[in-house]
């Protein structure tokens, strides 16, 4: 499984992009944030503030209770701003 963090996501665990072989049970968005978190103390903090983080599976958004699989590509990235007030 590729993943990918963007913005201040990639900064505080280090890298862009890593490939991960999750253990069996990981089985939703939420359950890969859980098991990333205790991978090391910069992926524990960039997903701290899990309720503001938004994913996408194959390049379509997802929510916490959506699955992944092995051979999907993963993105995780802050909220988007922008546009007129």
């Known amino acids: 499984m590729k993943v990918l963090y963007f913005a201040w996501l990639r900064e505080r665990v280090g890298t862009g992009e890593e490939d991960v072989d999750p253990p069996a049970g990981v089985n939703t968005v939420a359950d890969l944030i859980d098991w990333l978190s205790a991978r ?3 992926h524990a903090h960039a997903f701290a503030q899990r309720d503001v983080i938004r994913a ?5 958004f997802a929510d916490p209770g959506d699955t992944v699989s092995p051979g999907d590509e993963v ?5 988007v701003t922008g546009g007129c007030p």
């Open 40 to 42: 090391s103390p910069g």
């Open 56 to 60: 996408a599976v194959n390049q379509d």
């Open 75 to 79: 993105a995780f990235f802050p909220p």
